[in-house]
C-alpha cells in the first residue's frame, strides 16, 4: 500500500508540474474582464496583423505607450505552442491557431489582474526567386524548315509580357493570314514561336537595246575630217541635240545646220557637220622709225641728253624739253615739239643756253641771352636761357613765373627779338613779394601754403646724338595742381615729328617735356656732266623723265634718354636763390617792426 500510495503522489505531484507549467500560459478573455496586451515589432502595422490574427478589425486602446486590445466575445489563448483565437461569428464559436514557428511570441508577464502581456509579430516566409523562361521567335519559309532570318530569343520572368513585330525580309513577305505581331505571356517554361513567310517573284526588266550615233567634222568636197568624231551610246528611244563644233580657220558651209537632234533606235547612226575653209586676208608690213631728240648747249658741241622713240609709221608723239640745272631754252626755242613717224630715221635738237647763278647770300646767326634779374641788384634770381637763330628770323620770349617773385612794375611779361648780326641781351626784372608772417610761400584766405613747381620744355632734333637743339628751352613756373598747354613752334627746315600740344599739370615736383622735330631733307636735281651725252638707259620708247631719289624722312624715335637731356626733376638753384632771397627780406621786415614796437 505505501509503495502505491509513493506512485499515486508521485503522479499527482508530476501532474501539479505539469499543469503549473502550461496554465499560467493559457488565458481565456472574456468581455471586458480580462485584456490582452499585445506588443508588436516595429516592422508591422498593428491593424493588419490583427485583421490576420482575427479576421476582422479590433478596438484598440493604447495606455502607457501600449496597444491593449478589448472586444467582446473574443477569446485569446497563448501557451507555449502558439496563439489560439476563439471568436464567434453568427453564433458559431470560430477557432483559429497560429502556431509558434510562424510568430514571434514573447511573453512580458502577468500584471496580475489575471491578464498577461505577449509580443508578438508574424514570421513572413522568405520570398521566392522569380522564374523565368525565354521565348524563341523564329521566321521561317512556309512549306520548308529553312529560316530565313535569325532567330529572336527573349528571357523575362515569369507572368510578364512582351509584344513581337514580324521582321521585314527582302524577297518574302508574310504568309496569308500570318500575323504581322505576336504578344506573349511568359510561363515557367520555355516556349517557341513562328511566323511563316512565303517567296516574293520580282518581274523580270525588259532587255534596254542601244546604239550609237557618230559625228563627223569634215571639209567639204573632200573626205578629210578636220576635227576628230564625236560618238555618243544612249538607250533606244533617247533623245539628244549635238551643236557643230568651232574650228579654227573653218565655217560651216552655207545652209548647213549649227545643230542636229538625234532620236535613237535599234541600229548606229552617222551625222556630219560639212564646213568651209577661210582665206584669211595678208597683214600688211609695218615700217617703224626712229625718231633721236637731242638736248644740246647752243654754239657748241656739248649734248647734255639725248633719247630715241622707235614706234610705227604714222603715230604721233609729242616731246617737252628737259631742265637741265644750269641751263635754259635758247630764247627762240619751242618748249616742245610734235613729230609724225615716216619710213625713214629723224632727230630733232632742242637748243640750250647756260645760266649764271647769283651767288647765295652766306647765312648769319646771332645769339640772344635773356636774364631773370632782381631789380636794383646785380642778382640773378633764374637762369638766363640763350637762343641762336639765323639773321632775320624773329622770336618771342615770355618771363618765367619765379616763386617768390614778380615782375617789377611796369615791366612787359615777354619779348619779341629780332636776330641781326649782332648778339643781343635782355633782361626780365623782378622785384621779391612781400609775404607777412607764416609761411613764406603766398596761400591763400585760408593760410595754407601754396607750393610751385617748374616745367622745362626742350626743342631738339630727334635722332641726334649729342642731343642738337634747336633753340633754348623754356622753364614754365606754376602753382601745384594748375595744368597748362604747351604748343610746339614753328622751325624754319624741320618739320615737327611729336603732338603739336602737350598739356602738364604741375605737381610738388618739377618735370621736362621734349618736341622733337626732323629735319627737312631736299632732294637734288640730276647732275648732268657738261661737254658729254647723259650716259642714261635709251629705250625704244625714250626717256621722258628725269628720276628723282625719292626724300628719306627718319622715323619718330623715343625721347633720348635722361642723361642727354638736361634735368629739371629735382629742386631748381634758382628756387634756393628765391628761398634765401625771401627770407633775407623776411627778416629785415621783423627787425623794423620790432624796432618800431621800441
Not at 607750393?451 to 620744355?457: A, F, I, R
Given at each position: 500500500m505505501k509503495s502505491i500510495l509513493r506512485k499515486t503522489i508521485s503522479l499527482f505531484l508530476i501532474t501539479l508540474?505539469?499543469?503549473?507549467?502550461?496554465?499560467?500560459?493559457?488565458?481565456?478573455?472574456?468581455?471586458?474582464?480580462?485584456?490582452?496586451?499585445?506588443?508588436?515589432?516595429?516592422s508591422y502595422e498593428v491593424d493588419s496583423v490583427f485583421l490576420e490574427l482575427t479576421g476582422r478589425s479590433l478596438e484598440m486602446n493604447k495606455q502607457g505607450g501600449h496597444w491593449m486590445v478589448k472586444d467582446d466575445g473574443i477569446d485569446v489563448g497563448v501557451n507555449l505552442l502558439g496563439v489560439t483565437v476563439n471568436f464567434l461569428v453568427n453564433d458559431e464559436i470560430i477557432s483559429q491557431f497560429y502556431p509558434a514557428s510562424k510568430l514571434n511570441i514573447t511573453p512580458e508577464g502577468s500584471d496580475g489582474e489575471g491578464s498577461i502581456n505577449i509580443r508578438m509579430g508574424v514570421i513572413e516566409p522568405e520570398p521566392e526567386e522569380p522564374t523565368q523562361s525565354t521565348l524563341t521567335v523564329k521566321y521561317m519559309l512556309d512549306g520548308t524548315g529553312t529560316e530565313i532570318a535569325s532567330a529572336d530569343t527573349y528571357t523575362q520572368e515569369e507572368g510578364s509580357t512582351i509584344t513581337i513585330n514580324a521582321k521585314q525580309i527582302n524577297g518574302y513577305t508574310l504568309k496569308s493570314g500570318q500575323s504581322s505581331s505576336y504578344t506573349y505571356t511568359f510561363e515557367d517554361s520555355d516556349f517557341e514561336y513562328i511566323f511563316w513567310y512565303v517567296a516574293v517573284e520580282e518581274?523580270?526588266?525588259p532587255e534596254v537595246t542601244q546604239s550609237t550615233l557618230t559625228v563627223k567634222y569634215m571639209l567639204d568636197g573632200t573626205g578629210t575630217e578636220i576635227a576628230s568624231a564625236d560618238t555618243y551610246t544612249q538607250d533606244e528611244g533617247s533623245i539628244l541635240t549635238v551643236n557643230a563644233k568651232e574650228i579654227e580657220g573653218y565655217e560651216l558651209k552655207s545652209g548647213q545646220s549649227s545643230s542636229y537632234t538625234h532620236t535613237f533606235g535599234d541600229t548606229d547612226a552617222e551625222y556630219t557637220f560639212w564646213y568651209l575653209a577661210i582665206e584669211e586676208p595678208e597683214e600688211p608690213e609695218i615700217t617703224q622709225s626712229t625718231l633721236t631728240v637731242k638736248?644740246?648747249?647752243?654754239?657748241?658741241?656739248?649734248?647734255?641728253?639725248?633719247?630715241?622713240?622707235?614706234?610705227?609709221?604714222?603715230t604721233s608723239i609729242e616731246i617737252t624739253?628737259?631742265?637741265?640745272?644750269?641751263?635754259?631754252?635758247?630764247?627762240?626755242?619751242?618748249?616742245?615739239?610734235?613729230?609724225?613717224?615716216?619710213?625713214?630715221?629723224?632727230?630733232?635738237?632742242?637748243?640750250?643756253?647756260?645760266?649764271e647763278e647769283p651767288e647765295?647770300?652766306?647765312v648769319t646767326q646771332s645769339t640772344l641771352t635773356v636774364k631773370y634779374m632782381l631789380d636794383g641788384t646785380g642778382t640773378e634770381i633764374a637762369s638766363a636761357d640763350t637762343y641762336t637763330q639765323?639773321?632775320?628770323s624773329t622770336i618771342t620770349i615770355n618771363a618765367k613765373q619765379i616763386n617768390g617773385y614778380t615782375l617789377k612794375s611796369g615791366q612787359s611779361s615777354s619779348y619779341t627779338h629780332t636776330f641781326d648780326s649782332e648778339n643781343g641781351e635782355y633782361i626780365f626784372w623782378y622785384v621779391a613779394v612781400e609775404t607777412p608772417g607764416e609761411p613764406l610761400s603766398p596761400g591763400g584766405s585760408t593760410g595754407e601754403p601754396v607750393?610751385?613747381?617748374?616745367?622745362?620744355?626742350y626743342y631738339a632734333l630727334a635722332g641726334s646724338d649729342p642731343v642738337e637743339y634747336l633753340r633754348g628751352p623754356d622753364v614754365f613756373n606754376r602753382r601745384s595742381g594748375t595744368s597748362l598747354t604747351?604748343?610746339?613752334?614753328?622751325?624754319?627746315?624741320?618739320?615737327?615729328?611729336?603732338?603739336?600740344?602737350?598739356?602738364h599739370t604741375f605737381t610738388l615736383e618739377d618735370a621736362t617735356y621734349t618736341f622733337f622735330y626732323d629735319k627737312i631733307v631736299e632732294a637734288e636735281a640730276p647732275q648732268v656732266p657738261l661737254g658729254g651725252a647723259f650716259e642714261g638707259p635709251i629705250g625704244s620708247e625714250g626717256n621722258t623723265e628725269i628720276e628723282v631719289p625719292e626724300q628719306q624722312v627718319p622715323l619718330a624715335e623715343p625721347t633720348p634718354p635722361l642723361n642727354k637731356i638736361p634735368q629739371t626733376g629735382g629742386v631748381a638753384p634758382e628756387i634756393f636763390y628765391a628761398a634765401g632771397l625771401s627770407l633775407i627780406s623776411l627778416g629785415s621786415i621783423l627787425n623794423k617792426r620790432r624796432s618800431n614796437r621800441k
Open positions: 508540474i505539469i499543469v503549473a507549467c502550461f496554465l499560467p500560459n493559457i488565458i481565456f478573455a472574456k468581455g471586458k474582464e480580462t485584456s490582452v496586451h499585445v506588443f508588436f515589432t516595429t518581274p523580270e526588266e638736248y644740246m648747249v647752243d654754239g657748241t658741241g656739248t649734248v647734255l641728253y639725248t633719247e630715241t622713240f622707235t614706234q610705227d609709221e604714222g624739253a628737259k631742265a637741265f640745272e644750269g641751263y635754259e631754252l635758247k630764247e627762240d626755242q619751242a618748249g616742245s615739239y610734235q613729230y609724225t613717224f615716216g619710213d625713214s630715221d629723224f632727230e630733232y635738237i632742242f637748243w640750250y643756253v647756260a645760266v647765295e647770300p652766306e639765323e639773321e632775320g607750393y610751385y613747381s617748374n616745367l622745362t620744355v604747351i604748343t610746339a613752334p614753328e622751325f624754319a627746315g624741320y618739320v615737327l615729328r611729336s603732338q603739336g600740344t602737350y598739356i
